[in-house]
């Protein structure tokens, strides 16, 4: 028997991968499953690290919005207090 969480790694990274992998349940319907699906890949963050390697950002201009995001941040907490 296969274990459900196979993991692979691409030969030019060093990272490793977990397969998703759903197993549908008799009398479970498909959207469902596909409800499943769609949770534990938002969670693995492929798709939000795709987006980020689109385009570079330096990492100046990363620290940068870091900053203002973190000001945003106390700005909207201290106005709720």
Request: hydrophobic residues 35%; without cysteine.
């Amino acid at each position: 028997m296969t274990d459900p969480l196979r993991t692979f790694a691409l030969p030019h990274e060093r990272r490793y991968f977990e397969m998703i992998v759903i197993n549908v349940k008799d009398g479970e319907s498909i959207d469902r499953a596909l409800k499943r699906f769609k949770k534990k890949f938002e969670k693995t963050g492929v798709l939000r690290e795709l987006r980020n390697r689109q385009a570079f950002e330096k990492k100046s201009v990363a620290r940068r919005n870091a900053v203002k995001r973190a000001v945003y941040r106390q700005q909207l907490q201290s106005e709720t207090v």
